[in-house]
């Protein structure tokens, strides 16, 4: 049972345009979501979080748009730049809980 | 300050052998977990320390699959009788609470089993 999904496995984009990765969820108890960027041989960093009580967070390029009643969460990269090449996870969890539930990651591909 | 190590950062064994997989948090962080993420897929949950509470280990595919902690600082992950699905790289984050606080990763120990 997939709790978090990332229908896309792979999405490329043009240098400068905007990358938007999707995320989908199905449990409604999640209340708290985060995005993490992995490149190759290194773990997961924190990118970015939005809490349930919002549905934009916003830092620098970095935009997390949260739709609550379809359950999708979305993250939007303004302009994209090759170095955002990286696979991107989405993530949820109950807050105040420690599990984090993970989607199988979107790879993106800045173009230059 | 440093972050979250693992080591080795790969191994290779053979089918059958066990193995032991070492994460060193960082400093201070009382939660640690372990992920598993095999080729193509997500961050699947493994266990989850925090401080001297009892673990979780309800994500542990089997019983071949154990995980120590010693108070808050080294844990050891031992995969016994190793086959072939274990192959995947096996990473370990901190965090300094439980709950929402964002994880910091290690770079992961890639587990190939022949």
């Known amino acids: 049972d997939q709790q978090v999904k990332q229908n896309s496995p792979s999405l490329s984009v043009q240098e400068g345009r905007i990358s938007i990765l999707n995320c989908d969820y199905t449990n409604s108890m999640f209340d708290y979501f985060l995005w993490y960027k992995k490149y190759p041989a290194e773990g997961p960093t924190f990118l970015i979080s939005?809490?349930?009580?919002?549905d934009k967070n916003e830092d620098g390029r970095f935009t997390v748009f949260l739709n609550k009643s379809a359950k999708h969460l979305s993250l939007h990269i303004v302009p994209s730049q090759p170095g955002d090449s990286a696979v991107y996870f989405c993530a949820a969890s109950v807050a105040g809980t420690y599990k984090y539930i993970f989607g199988t990651g979107t790879r993106l591909k800045v173009l230059a | 300050g440093a972050g979250v190590s693992q080591s080795p950062s790969n191994k290779v064994t053979e089918k059958g052998k066990d193995v032991e997989l070492r994460c060193d948090p960082i400093?201070?962080?009382?939660?640690l977990y372990w992920y598993r993420q095999r080729l193509g897929q997500g961050l699947e949950f493994l266990i989850y320390?925090?401080?001297?509470?009892?673990?979780?280990k309800s994500g542990l595919p089997s019983d071949r699959f154990s995980a120590e902690r010693t108070g808050e600082s080294v844990s050891t992950l031992t995969i016994q009788r190793t086959q072939q699905e274990d192959s995947a790289v096996y990473l370990c984050?901190?965090?300094?609470?439980?709950?929402?606080?964002?994880?910091?990763f290690g770079p992961g120990t890639r587990l190939t089993v022949l």
């Open positions: 939005i809490s349930s009580i919002k």
């Open positions: 320390f925090q401080g001297n509470s009892a673990p979780d």
């Open positions: 984050a901190s965090s300094a609470l439980a709950g929402v606080f964002e994880q910091f």
């Open positions: 400093s201070g962080h009382t939660a």
